[in-house]
């Protein structure tokens, strides 16, 4: 598999729209790696996890074809990973696609309710919109994709995934929290190939919020090799990370060195 992380931001992005703090001065000073838009992947060409509303962005900047994606997986409905508006642009008028097909979405009840009833002016024709549920299992473009819970939008169900294309498998966990007791047994045992870590608060500490920092994401993957749910080797990332973290890119990989985890930046592609 082909995972190319379009955006590695928290909700504001890293510059943020209107933000004069020194990080964001630095990373508009400095540039590239630096720059971080909102959080979303691109599976093999074919396969979306959220729909910031910088995609379009994205589009421009990566030269993207998204007309072949058939398939989006959303963790949740707060804004950052969830920008329903651009999604309408896929019906005609707005976009003149070689095959007739629809995009099928996945995502919590919040998120197809957003689809379902529609937005003032918009319709959502070329999308097909379905609830899945925490433990619940997918079958579609040669992956299996299984959703787990996070801890972060009580009472709304985040959602993290595990995709596995019969060779490799990855865990996906955006905004997650620490981890659920049923997310943990559901990990255990499965010898993943890479996971991507939730690292909003970069060097800091969140434990009991709703994201995590460095500290809690060395923990979960110490307890992930400790239950098998990842193999030895595994890749490990971390991305997501907001402005209040205060570290740029290379401070960043200053701050994990030695620790074997991956600093994602926008426009980083993996191969496992
Ligand atoms: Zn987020
Ligand atoms: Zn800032
Ligand atoms: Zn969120």
């Not at 508006?85 to 019906?91: E, F, N, T």
């Not at 049923?182 to 919020?209: K, Q």
């Amino acid at each position: 598999m082909k995972i190319r992380y379009l955006g590695t931001a928290a909700a504001e992005g890293w510059p943020a729209v209107f933000c004069q703090c020194e990080p964001c001065l630095r990373s508009k000073e400095q540039g590239g790696k630096n720059v971080r838009t909102r959080s979303s992947i691109l599976i093999d060409d074919h396969t979306l996890v959220d729909f910031p509303p910088d995609t379009y962005l994205h589009v421009l900047r990566d030269g993207l074809d998204l007309g072949k994606v058939r398939r989006l997986f959303v963790t949740h409905s707060h804004e950052d990973h969830f920008y329903p508006q651009d999604l309408a642009m896929r019906s005609e008028p707005y976009s003149h696609l070689k095959e007739d097909e629809k995009l099928t979405l996945w995502g919590n009840a919040v998120v197809v309710g957003m689809i379902q009833r529609g937005m003032v002016g918009l319709e959502f024709d070329m999308v097909a919109a379905r609830i899945i549920a925490p433990k619940e299992m997918v079958q579609t473009g040669g992956l299996t994709v299984t959703a787990l819970l996070a801890k972060h939008t009580e009472p709304e169900e985040s959602l993290l995934y595990i995709f596995d294309d019969g060779q490799k498998a990855f865990f996906h966990a955006y905004d997650s929290g620490w981890y659920p007791a049923e997310t943990w047994e559901m990990l255990a045992g499965r010898a993943l190939d890479l996971v991507n870590f939730d690292c909003t608060h970069g060097p800091i500490s969140n434990r009991y919020g709703g994201h995590m920092g460095i500290p809690e994401v060395l923990a979960a993957r110490e307890k992930m090799l400790e239950l098998g749910a990842i193999k030895p080797d595994a890749k490990c990332v971390i991305t997501h990370f907001t402005h209040n973290c205060g570290l740029l890119h290379q401070e960043l990989e200053k701050e994990v060195s030695g620790s074997g985890l991956i600093v994602a930046y926008d426009g980083m592609e993996l191969e496992i």
